[in-house]
């Protein structure tokens, strides 16, 4: 199982990324995958879940109405775009698959995850 995050780093606050994270290893269309972050000094933060066909979402308060989250099962590629960036935002973002909990902050939830991208929101 491979999960590689891309799409990350350097945004000025009210900027906008667009993080993809591609999945191999795994029938990726049967799963929930995650995107969660955690800064320098702070504990993991979950951000948002996508359903394995795509049609239901979650999303934390912090980022609701700014990040959407999506995938392509074609390409076994889930994406966050991250739009209305603020300094806050500045992690390491990482896509991962969660075992059965959703919503979790806490790796121990998380069956595979990815080495992360870096996002830095600064003027």
């Known amino acids: 199982v491979q999960l590689v995050e891309s799409g990350g780093g350097l945004v000025q606050p009210g900027g906008s990324l667009r993080l993809s994270c591609t999945a191999s290893?795994?029938?990726?269309?049967?799963?929930?995958m995650s995107w969660v972050r955690q800064a320098p000094g702070k504990g993991l933060e979950w951000i948002s879940d996508?359903?394995?066909?795509?049609?239901?979402?979650y999303y934390a308060d912090s980022v609701k109405g700014r990040f959407t989250i999506s995938r392509d099962n074609a390409k076994n590629t889930m994406y966050l775009q991250m739009n209305n960036l603020k300094p806050e935002d500045t992690a390491r973002y990482y896509c991962?698959?969660?075992?059965?909990?959703?919503?979790?902050?806490?790796?121990?939830?998380?069956?595979?995850r990815g080495q992360g991208t870096q996002v830095t929101v600064s003027s």
């Open positions: 991962a698959r969660p075992m059965k909990i959703i919503a979790s902050s806490d790796w121990n939830n998380y069956v595979n």
């Open positions: 290893g795994f029938v990726f269309s049967r799963y929930f």
């Open positions: 996508i359903e394995g066909n795509g049609g239901t979402t």
